[in-house]
C-alpha cells in the first residue's frame, strides 16, 4: 500500500496547518463577537436562537480550535509525516474528532461537580476553607490550579472558559502520552493511532474529559508514570524509576482512586517476584520492609483518617449503585472497546508485546479496574476512565491485527462505524442541544451583577461560583430529594435564589413551598429570585 507523504517545506500541509490554527487563535484574541449576539438576544422568548448562540460562543471557540490546530500541526510534523493510507484516515478521523472536541469544550453545559471545584477554589481564596484539609472528598490538586487562574482573572466568568481549554488540552496531553506507550509496547504507529481513537470514540470519553474533573489530572499522570515504567524496565535508570514515584504522588494528589491503578501494577510486581526462580534478597528485603510498613500504618493510624482521604465510597451506605446500567450505556453506545478487548481475553497468547511483562500489567489495570467499579457505592462514568482507556491500548492490538489481513476499503468500512457514531453524538448532544453552558454562564453572570460580594446565595447547582452558599462548605446537593437542611436554611440570611431544570424541582416538597412563599423574579434574570423581605430592607 503506498505511503502518504507530507513534507516538512515552504506551503507544505504542515505549516499551512500551523498558520491556520495560529490565524483562528488570533481573530478569537482580537475579536469579540459576544458583541454580535447577547445572551439576552439568544433567550429573549421561549424560542432557542442557536445561530445568536454561536456568535455568543465565537470568539472562544475559535480560540479553542486555533490552540488545537496549532498544537496538531507540530504532532503531524514529529509523528506522521510518512503513513500510508489506512494510518492516514485514521489520523484523520482522529483531527476531526478532537476538533469537534475543541469546539464542544466551549459550548458544552455543565456538570454540577464543575461548580463545585471552582466554587471550592473561591472559598479557598476567601479563606473560607483551607487550601487543605483531610476532610476533603478529593485532594486539592484541581482547585490549587483553578486558584491559580482565579488569582490571574479575579471574579469573572472567564475562569469557565480558560478551566475547559486546561481540561481539553489536558485531555489532549494524555492522548499523546497513550499513543507512546501503545506505540512503545506494540512497536507500529498503527498501535498508537487506533489505541487514541478507540478512546475518543467512546461514550465515557466523550461525556467526561473535557469537565473540569480531578480524574483528568490522574489519569494525566498516571498515563506519564506508566510510560516512564516502560523506560525503566528497557534502561534500568534509577531515574526512571524516581519519576515513576512523582508521577505516582501527583496522580494520587490529582484523585485518590489513582491507587486502584497503582494497585493493578502492584499485583503484577509480586507475581513477578513470586514465579521468579531466583529471588534476590534484596528484593525480598524491600518488599517485606514495605508490606511490613503498611501494615503497622494500618493498624496504628485511626481509620477514621483513612476515610478522609476519600475512601468513603468504599464503606456500604443506602445510595449505593451497581456501575451495570453505566456499562451497559457504554456497550450501547460504543461497544467497540469492550468487543475488542474481549476478543484479546481469548486470544491472549496472540498479544505480542516487546516487554512480556507489560502484556499482564495492561491486562492487569483494566481487570482491576473494572472490578472496582463492583466495590464502590457510586461508580460515575468518570469512575471508568482508566479501565477504558487500558482496554482500547489492549484492544487495538486485535484491530490492528484484523486490518493487517484486510483490504483498505473494509478498513475504512470499520473506521466510519467507529468515529461516525461517535461524531454524530458530540454534534448533536454537546453542540446542536439547546441545553449549552449559555443558559448556566448567563446566571453566573447575572448574580455576580447583581448581587454583593457578602450576600448569600442558595444554588442547588453550584452555578453562584463567586457568592457564598448558605450551607456551604459541604453546600452541593447530589441527591436533592434527601434535603433535610430546611430549618437551617431558614435561619440563613439567603438573598438570592437560583432556580435549575435539574437539580431544585427535586428538593423535598416543604423547601420548595418556603422557597415559593418567600422569594420573588427578579426582573435581570428569570432563573434567580430574590428573597422579599430583604428586598424591602434594601
Known amino acids: 500500500m503506498k505511503n502518504i507523504t507530507i513534507k516538512n517545506s515552504f506551503l507544505s500541509p504542515i505549516l499551512f496547518f500551523y498558520f491556520s490554527g495560529f490565524f483562528l487563535l488570533l481573530v478569537g484574541l482580537c475579536f469579540d463577537f459576544s458583541t454580535l449576539s447577547s445572551v439576552e438576544s439568544i433567550y429573549i422568548s421561549d424560542k432557542f436562537n442557536k445561530a445568536n448562540e454561536l456568535f455568543y460562543h465565537l470568539k472562544y471557540i475559535l480560540i479553542?480550535?486555533?490552540?488545537?490546530?496549532?498544537?496538531?500541526?507540530i504532532f503531524i510534523r514529529n509523528y506522521l509525516c510518512d503513513l500510508n493510507k489506512v494510518d492516514f484516515t485514521i489520523s484523520f478521523l482522529i483531527f476531526v474528532t478532537l476538533l469537534l472536541y475543541a469546539i464542544s469544550s466551549q459550548i458544552r453545559y455543565f456538570d454540577n461537580d464543575e461548580y463545585e471545584h471552582l466554587h471550592n477554589a473561591w472559598m479557598m481564596l476567601e479563606k473560607t476553607i483551607p487550601f487543605y484539609s483531610l476532610k476533603f472528598t478529593h485532594l486539592p490538586f484541581l482547585e490549587w490550579i483553578v486558584v491559580f487562574f482565579m488569582k490571574l482573572q479575579g471574579e469573572s466568568i472567564l475562569i469557565i472558559r480558560t478551566m475547559r481549554l486546561f481540561m481539553f488540552l489536558l485531555s489532549?496531553?494524555?492522548?499523546?502520552?497513550?499513543?507512546?506507550?501503545?506505540v512503545?509496547?506494540?512497536?507500529t504507529n498503527r498501535h498508537g493511532l487506533l489505541s487514541v481513537l478507540l478512546i475518543i470514540c467512546?461514550?465515557?470519553?466523550?461525556?467526561?474529559?473535557?469537565?473540569?474533573r480531578p480524574d483528568n489530572i490522574m489519569v494525566f499522570f498516571a498515563l506519564i508514570s506508566f510510560l516512564v515504567l516502560i523506560y525503566y524496565y528497557e534502561t534500568r535508570k534509577k531515574i526512571f524509576l524516581l519519576s515513576f514515584i512523582i508521577c505516582a504522588i501527583l496522580s494520587f494528589f490529582g484523585k485518590q482512586n489513582a491507587a486502584v491503578f497503582y494497585f493493578g501494577i502492584f499485583v503484577v510486581f509480586l507475581y513477578q517476584l513470586t514465579l521468579c526462580k531466583k529471588k534476590p534478597a534484596f528484593k525480598i528485603a524491600v518488599v517485606s520492609l514495605v508490606t511490613s510498613a503498611i501494615l503497622i500504618v494500618v493498624y496504628l493510624v485511626p481509620k477514621e483518617f483513612f476515610l478522609s482521604l476519600g475512601f468513603k465510597h468504599l464503606i456500604p451506605s443506602d445510595i449505593k449503585f451497581w456501575p451495570t446500567r453505566f456499562l451497559l450505556q457504554i456497550f450501547e453506545k460504543t461497544p467497540p472497546v469492550f468487543i475488542f478487548f474481549v476478543v484479546q481475553l481469548f486470544l491472549y497468547k496472540n498479544v505480542k508485546i516487546i516487554i512480556p511483562i507489560f502484556k499482564k500489567y495492561l491486562f492487569s489495570i483494566s481487570i482491576i479496574t473494572f472490578l472496582f467499579l463492583f466495590l464502590m457505592n457510586r461508580p460515575w462514568l468518570q469512575e471508568m476512565l482508566v479501565m477504558i482507556i487500558f482496554m482500547s491500548i489492549l484492544g487495538a492490538d486485535a484491530l490492528v491485527r484484523f486490518f493487517n489481513r484486510r483490504s483498505f476499503i473494509v478498513c475504512i468500512l470499520i473506521l466510519l462505524a467507529i468515529a461516525g457514531p461517535?461524531?454524530?453524538r458530540i454534534?448533536?448532544?454537546s453542540i446542536l442541544l439547546n441545553k449549552t453552558m449559555t443558559r448556566d454562564m448567563a446566571t453566573t453572570q447575572t448574580i455576580l451583577d447583581i448581587s454583593e460580594k457578602n450576600d448569600i446565595v442558595f444554588d442547588a447547582y453550584g452555578k453562584a461560583i463567586f457568592r457564598h452558599h448558605p450551607l456551604e462548605p459541604q453546600y452541593l446537593l447530589y441527591f436533592p430529594e434527601k434535603f433535610s437542611r430546611t430549618k437551617e436554611l431558614k435561619r440563613s440570611k439567603t438573598k438570592y435564589l437560583t432556580k435549575d431544570d435539574d437539580y431544585y424541582t427535586r428538593l423535598p416538597v416543604n423547601t420548595l413551598k418556603w422557597f415559593k412563599n418567600n422569594f420573588e423574579q427578579t426582573t435581570a434574570n428569570k432563573?434567580?429570585?430574590?428573597r422579599k423581605e430583604l428586598q424591602k430592607n434594601d
Open 172 to 182: 489532549c496531553g494524555s492522548l499523546f502520552f497513550v499513543y507512546h506507550i501503545s
Open 427 to 429: 454534534i448533536r448532544k
Open 527 to 530: 432563573n434567580i429570585f430574590i
Open 184 to 187: 512503545k509496547l506494540f512497536q
Open 422 to 424: 461517535l461524531h454524530s
Open 202 to 212: 467512546n461514550h465515557v470519553w466523550m461525556e467526561k474529559s473535557l469537565e473540569i
Open 64 to 73: 479553542s480550535t486555533g490552540v488545537y490546530i496549532s498544537l496538531f500541526s
